[in-house]
């Protein structure tokens, strides 16, 4: 197992943690650049007390759902009926589809039965074969355009779309709409939109979010 991370220094020591428990005969420390001339006293490996920590769930544009933690535990077991999971639930061994969406809860376990605390996902459809579609003919043509809106449907947190172009104080044109098609008509029963108008095009599986100027 490879591991490239910049660790946590406490005085003139390194510390690196490794993102699950390995068991291994052999290590080999590879050190691929410095600003200065090394100077190695000493190695070492250490076993961590057990850090108990509760899953991370997410999903990706295609309704891959994957869980983690930040530091290594002994199971990560799951349910998506809603139910809380325990030592008799599926155990995480890798992601799994979710494309209808549902509740995902989570817990992470240790060798003596020692729980996490429960973490619960509520999914919706998965954005599989969405785009966003152009407002205009004039978009249609531009490269620019193609990439607007996408952060909006692309299942990560820590994106988004915005509406502020090179010059930051510009302001936009109201009414902002944002075109997807979501390539076949589906069964809508919500949309998670803050402070938002939503109009639904007759006959077409495409939903227009409308923000009023007073509300953006």
């Known amino acids: 197992m490879e591991t490239d991370r910049a660790g946590t220094s406490i005085g003139a020591n390194r510390l690196i943690r490794l993102q699950q428990m390995v068991v291994t005969s ?3 420390l590879s050190i691929t650049g410095s600003d200065a001339c090394i100077a190695l006293s000493d190695f070492g490996l250490f076993q961590e007390p057990t850090h108990l920590v509760a ?3 997410g999903r990706d544009r295609n309704g891959m759902v994957s869980i983690s933690t930040i530091a290594p535990v002994g199971s990560i077991r799951y349910t998506i009926d809603g139910t809380t999971p325990e030592l008799t639930s599926p155990v995480y061994n890798g992601p799994f589809s979710l494309t209808m969406g549902g509740t995902v809860k ?5 060798a003596d039965n020692q729980a996490s605390e429960v973490v619960t996902q509520n999914l919706g459809l998965s954005k599989a074969g969405w785009k966003v579609l152009p407002q205009s003919p004039a978009e249609a043509g531009s490269s620019a355009s193609a990439d607007a809106g996408k952060n909006a449907i ?3 947190p ?3 779309w915005n509406t502020l172009g090179k010059d930051s104080a510009a302001t936009g044109q109201f009414p902002l709409n944002l075109s997807i098609d979501m390539g076949k008509p589906q069964t809508i029963k919500h949309l998670p939109i803050c402070r938002g108008r939503i109009k639904r095009r007759k006959a ?3 939903v227009i979010f409308s923000i009023p100027a007073a509300m953006a």
């Open 106 to 110: 989570a817990r992470s376990f240790e």
């Open 158 to 160: 820590g994106t988004l």
């Open 204 to 206: 077409s599986p495409t």
């Open 55 to 57: 899953p991370e769930i």
């Open 26 to 28: 052999k290590v080999r």
């Open 154 to 156: 692309d299942e990560n």
